[in-house]
């Protein structure tokens, strides 16, 4: 079955400008969760959407913000862009309706901002 | 707070050989998850092996076993007979069961095979 789809794989932006990111969860999967990864402060979680609520939530500004459509796709918004915010988005599903199952992630989507 | 760390930035082996990633963890929580990801060159996190906290007997995948070590809040990867597709970065990654699908991880691994 076809894996989790990021996309673009890559986008180059402005400072100031926005961007929308979009990841397409293996079918039959509910929970999206989205990670950020830097060289300097590694994996760090963003947000996870299960049925389209937002469920859990890491310590990120407001400019990040995401959605999840009725068939599980998620979008993830960076709004005000700044040169900070250059990394490797991942994305990961999950069946999620019992805990611990396993996260399956897509290859990133590769943001560097200008 | 949950932490994960890895204390290896580097490692290096010659194809064939044994090696052993570490990796420590902080929770209170009594059940959780813990997971090993590598990280190829090409980005794509793949599941290694997990361990379930409740379970006492080691995980283990092929050439991939773990040392679970619940009291010292420890959790190791052995790799045996190491083969070049096995260079990658590895990760060390908690989940808990209170956190619902929240991934914890560590700084990483960067593992070279050598031929």
């Known amino acids: 079955k076809a894996g989790v789809t990021q996309t673009p794989r890559y986008l180059i932006k402005t400072r100031g400008q926005q961007v929308t990111l979009s990841c397409s969860p293996i079918?039959?999967?509910?929970?999206v969760s989205w990670y950020q990864q830097t060289p300097g402060q590694g994996l760090q979680f963003l947000f996870e959407y299960f049925s389209e609520t937002q469920r859990n939530k890491g310590n990120f500004p407001g400019r990040f913000s995401g959605r999840q459509f009725s068939n599980s796709r998620s979008e993830m918004n960076v709004s005000t862009l700044e040169l900070g915010d250059s990394a490797l988005y991942l994305c990961a599903s999950s069946f999620a309706d019992i805990q611990g199952t396993e996260a399956f992630f897509g290859q990133g989507t590769r943001l560097t901002v200008v | 707070a949950q932490t994960v760390t890895q204390s290896q930035p580097e490692m290096s082996v010659q194809e064939a050989e044994t090696v052993t990633l570490s990796c420590t963890y902080d929770t209170s929580e009594n059940n959780y998850y813990l997971f090993w990801y590598k990280q190829p060159p090409s980005r794509q996190m793949i599941l290694v092996i997990r361990?379930?906290?409740?379970?006492?007997q080691n995980a283990t995948e092929n050439r991939f076993s773990v040392n679970f070590q619940k009291a010292a809040k420890s959790f190791s990867l052995k790799i045996s007979d190491s083969q070049l597709g096995d260079t990658a970065m590895y990760f060390c990654a908690f989940r808990g069961y209170s956190s619902a699908s929240k991934i914890i991880f560590g700084s990483g691994t960067r593992l070279s095979i050598r031929p």
């Open positions: 079918s039959g999967h509910r929970s």
């Open positions: 361990q379930e906290a409740y379970k006492q």
